[in-house]
């Protein structure tokens, strides 16, 4: 079994070793994308022709893909066979099927068939089971796992040189940030950003500020952004917006409380070391400085605890688990919420 970045690896230094089968799995779909997509590549260049995709659910006849693979003896070309098993469940049928393909397709090298199965995350039992190990001694397990939230601009740096631009620190720290971890919406904004700027342009956090992430998105940052800096109007302006647009409440209130949560621990942190010092800490890049330092001399430490445990207390109104309140009562309780922390 290897990481999906091992393979992405393999398949740029044209290394990669032909299997009769591969798993391709996990958490994160933009590495299970590119492994996949570098795969048929580089089979096609090899002379590999794709032909039907099955889709495994709890009726499929495995029957009809043992059928598929016996009968390439039949034929002179070279084949892959598509399997996408979202849930990773191939049953008593698929594991016998699994597992005969590996005995049997193991002897034949160069494979004149080759199958490559799709799943999404599998768990510790799945990953331990029998057709998996089928798997492992005759084909390769590509594992997609996600990215860690503080490798992620780093990751978002990397990614951006594939496609000829540069991000400087903070603009990375800040799409990694918008984008939320989604790998999937990170790779668009940065081809976007490759086909706006000419190759070897470095984009900066002003640039990921202004054109990254749809128009919902940038209004929700825009309004931290009016929030923090105290202009009280504008920010409930935003909020009222955000709110005919479609954009949820808990949505709403997962910014807030997150701003409010840095925001306090920031108070606590200044008190004995230097606000420099803290921003660092906290990576709170000096493109959002001037917002928050507005925020921290609006309100004292117990002010911002005091903030977060109304914003607690809307989650839990939000959730049910204090009598619920009519979707116009949580509105309001966010609005005075925005409008304590811009007052």
Known sequence: MILASAFLNQLKQNSVELKPIYLF???????????TDGLRRHLQAQGYLFGDRYEIDSGFDWQSLQMETQAGSLFSEQRVV???????SPGTEGTKFIQAWCNQAAAALPPEVIVMIECEKLDSRQVKSKWVASIESAGLVVQGKPVPTQALPG??????????????????ALLAERVEG???????????????????????????????????????????????????????????????????APVILWLLAKEIRTLAELAQMTQSMPQAQAFKQLRIWSSRQNEVRAALQRHNPQAWQELLKEALQIDRLIKGIQPKLSDEEIWLGLSALVGKVAA
């Open 25 to 35: 799995y996990g958490e994160e779909p933009l590495f299970l994308r590119d492994c």
């Open 82 to 88: 598509m399997v996408s098993m979202p849930k990773g």
């Open 155 to 172: 990751w978002c740096q990397q990614k951006a040189g594939e496609y000829g631009i540069q991000l400087d620190n903070e603009a990375a």
């Open 182 to 248: 989604n790998l999937l919406a990170a790779d668009q904004e940065l081809i976007k950003l490759s086909l706006l700027y000419p190759q070897g342009s470095v984009i900066s956090a002003q640039i990921i500020a202004e054109s990254v992430v749809d128009q919902a998105h940038y209004q929700l940052f825009a309004l931290a952004t009016e929030m923090l800096l105290g202009n009280r109007k504008q920010a409930q302006q935003m909020l009222n917006r955000l709110r005919q647009e479609g954009l949820e």
